[in-house]
C-alpha cells in the first residue's frame, strides 16, 4: 500500500505467500491490519518503510541521491498504524531477517493483541526510532529468534 488514508487489511487468510503479506510504503497515514491469520510467508508477515528528504541542510546545498537523509518533514512515512489481533506463524521461509512486524522510518504505530510463534528472528522490529509514538501492548511473540541469538523477541 502507497499514498493511503485509512487502508483496513481485516479478516484475511495470507498463506504460502512468497514475500510479505502486508507492506506500506511511503505516505500511509491511519492503516488498520486487523484480525488476519498469516502462516508459511518467504519474508515479514507484515511491514511499514517510510522515507525521508534528500537534504542534508537547510537549504539543500548539500544533497544525497536517495531520500535516506535526516529531514522527514516531508511526510513521506506510515504514520498512525494499527496492527492488531492478527495470528502468525511460520514465516521467514526464505528471508531471514523477518518479523511478524517490522518497521523503518514510520512514526506513532500501535501493536495491540497480536500472537506470533515460529518466526527466525525477533517477532518485533523496529529499525529505528524515526518518529516516535509507538506503543507495544498485550501481545504475545513466542517461539521466535529461533535461527539467531542476538536479541529478544523485540529488537530494536
Given at each position: 500500500?502507497?499514498?493511503?488514508?485509512?487502508?483496513?487489511?481485516?479478516?484475511?487468510?495470507?498463506?504460502?505467500?512468497?514475500?510479505?503479506?502486508?507492506?506500506?510504503?511511503?505516505?500511509?497515514?491511519?492503516?488498520?491490519?486487523?484480525?488476519?491469520?498469516?502462516?508459511?510467508?518467504?519474508?515479514?508477515?507484515?511491514?511499514?518503510?517510510?522515507?525521508?528528504?534528500?537534504?542534508?541542510?537547510?537549504?539543500?546545498?548539500?544533497?544525497?541521491?536517495?531520500?535516506?537523509?535526516?529531514?522527514?518533514?516531508?511526510g513521506e512515512q506510515p504514520?498512525?498504524?494499527?496492527?492488531?489481533?492478527?495470528?502468525?506463524?511460520?514465516?521467514?521461509?526464505?528471508?531471514?531477517?523477518?518479523?511478524?512486524?517490522?518497521?523503518?522510518?514510520?512514526?506513532?504505530?500501535?501493536?495491540?493483541?497480536?500472537?506470533?510463534?515460529?518466526?527466525?528472528?525477533?517477532?518485533?522490529?523496529?529499525?529505528?526510532?524515526?518518529?516516535?509514538?509507538?506503543?507495544?501492548?498485550?501481545?504475545?511473540?513466542?517461539?521466535?529468534?529461533?535461527?539467531?541469538?542476538?536479541?529478544?523477541?523485540?529488537?530494536?
Open positions: 500500500l502507497q499514498g493511503t488514508q485509512g487502508a483496513t487489511v481485516a479478516e484475511c487468510h495470507l498463506t504460502n505467500l512468497d514475500g510479505t503479506g502486508v507492506f506500506l510504503s511511503g505516505y500511509n497515514r491511519d492503516a488498520t491490519i486487523s484480525g488476519n491469520e498469516v502462516s508459511f510467508v518467504g519474508d515479514n508477515a507484515f511491514a511499514a518503510w517510510g522515507s525521508t528528504g534528500e537534504c542534508l541542510n537547510a537549504n539543500c546545498t548539500a544533497k544525497l541521491p536517495f531520500p535516506v537523509g535526516p529531514d522527514g518533514r516531508g504514520r498512525r498504524t494499527r496492527i492488531s489481533h492478527n495470528l502468525v506463524r511460520e514465516i521467514g521461509l526464505f528471508q531471514k531477517q523477518s518479523s511478524m512486524w517490522f518497521q523503518a522510518v514510520t512514526a506513532q504505530t500501535t501493536l495491540f493483541g497480536n500472537v506470533h510463534f515460529n518466526g527466525p528472528r525477533a517477532g518485533i522490529n523496529f529499525n529505528d526510532g524515526f518518529g516516535g509514538g509507538d506503543v507495544i501492548e498485550r501481545n504475545l511473540l513466542t517461539n521466535t529468534v529461533r535461527e539467531s541469538g542476538d536479541h529478544g523477541p523485540f529488537n530494536s
